[in-house]
């Protein structure tokens, strides 16, 4: 009776271990796929930090070109308004 329990005992010790060793291999894994994850997260973070100066820039690029188209226009109006002075004295 003894051994049939120690027989038992030594079973149940031996599927112990190779669920202990399954779950060691599961955490191992599982905390590679973590750090995995954290790289992939501090990548996302360069990424979206880069497009986000590069929004800036590009703000203030379209900036400059409103101010510049505005200077140009109002240029054109007055020497629009030249040129028809210039016609009317020329009709004169």
Do not use: C, P, W
Request: glycine share 4%; proline share 0%.
């Amino acid at each position: 009776m003894f051994f049939l329990v120690l027989g038992k005992i030594e079973k149940e010790k031996e599927e112990l271990n190779i669920d202990l060793r399954a779950s060691r291999t599961e955490i191992y894994n599982l905390r590679q796929q973590i750090e995995e994850a954290k790289k992939e997260e501090k990548n996302l973070q360069q990424i979206v930090q880069q497009a986000d100066v590069d929004i800036e820039r590009q703000k203030k690029d379209i900036d400059k070109v409103m101010n510049e188209r505005d200077i140009l226009g109002a240029q054109l109006v007055r020497r629009n308004d030249e040129l028809g002075l210039h016609y009317s004295r020329i009709k004169v």
